[in-house]
């Protein structure tokens, strides 16, 4: 079977079936943090422009994505709900400080319709989440409650300007167990003219109360720890990676534009497992922390 000359036929199909589906199911949430600093970092180094608003002093928040154990999603649940920005007007002052998009090329609204559009509309099965204010309402409140700084500090884990100051992944990991009580996917981004480590984000799992739990075995939000893909053929076929029909219809547009890829895996060529598994970013440098290497965790300076 030649998969790339039937793709044309599957999204045609794809493309009668997708606006009619229910919301998939999920079990669990996973909330997403960003360090400022290597989020810069990560996006100065595959040339995008980026800046730290003003007021961010602290972890911001990245997603809050309903997740579907071993799967990359679901994703992109109900098209009629498109992003409102004007639903937010009563929170929009602490997003652009709490959750801001950090590239500067592009609205300071870009990661919030992304999100929404993607994870918000998935998430709005459960009634606390329902709607945007409530959803960007939570991402907030988590950021607060995670405090993220303060349980690294208590852990002796501190910004430094000093890049040789590193810090051991274990201690990191037990800084977060003791402080929230429940383990986290660590994520890095790798820095290769530099050879650092970059402390990049932390994802905290929840149950549906909105309770934290320990992330799957295997820091499963979006593949078990030892899964790789041997062409791109395996991931657009494989309806249980993908979580769903709108999930499978986003990544197999991708796919026509990125066929160069179709010989990869989703290990990078340090091989190190890579966190960020769409077909896009399948190469990016940002990826689960290993204890091998040291971690760098620069404090943010507002340019």
């Known amino acids: ?18 606006t009619s589906s229910p919301i998939p199911e999920w079990d669990y949430l996973t909330y997403a943090q960003f360090w400022p600093t290597s989020d810069c970092i990560h996006l100065n180094s595959t040339g995008v422009p980026c800046k730290i608003p003003e007021k961010t002093k602290s972890w911001t928040v990245h997603g809050l994505w309903p997740t579907h154990t071993g799967t990359i999603g679901p994703g992109y649940c109900n098209d009629s709900w498109p992003f409102n920005v004007s639903l937010l007007k009563t929170i929009e002052s602490d997003l652009l400080v709490r ?5 500067t090329e592009k609205p300071e609204t870009n990661l919030w319709n992304h999100e929404w559009i993607k994870h918000g509309t998935c998430a709005a099965s459960l009634p606390s989440l329902r709607g945007e204010l409530n959803y960007f309402t ?4 988590l950021n607060k409650d995670t405090s993220l700084e303060s349980v690294l500090a208590a ?6 300007k000093d890049s040789s100051i590193q810090y051991e992944l274990s201690d990191i990991e037990s800084a977060i167990r003791k402080g929230l009580g429940t383990s986290g996917n660590i994520l890095c981004a790798w820095e290769k003219h530099t050879k650092l480590n970059h402390l990049y984000s932390i994802e905290i799992c929840l149950d549906k109360n909105l309770t934290y739990i320990d992330c799957p075995v295997g820091k499963s939000s979006i593949w078990p720890a030892n899964r790789s893909i041997n062409n791109i053929g395996d991931l657009i076929l494989s309806n249980s990676v993908l979580g769903s029909v ?29 966190r960020d598994t769409s077909i896009g970013n399948m190469f990016g440098n940002t990826e689960f922390c290993s204890g091998k290497e040291s971690i760098t965790y620069l404090r943010i300076v507002h340019s």
């Open 1 to 18: 079977m030649n998969l790339f000359l039937h793709i044309p036929l599957m999204l045609v199909f794809l493309s009668y079936t997708e």
């Open 99 to 103: 959750w801001p998009s950090y590239e």
């Open 138 to 141: 939570t991402g907030l409140k």
């Open 155 to 160: 852990g002796g884990i501190v910004p430094t």
């Open 246 to 274: 709108k999930e499978y219809w986003h990544h197999a547009r991708k796919f026509i534009k990125n066929v160069k890829v179709m010989q990869h895996n989703v290990y990078n060529k340090r091989g190190r497992y890579v």
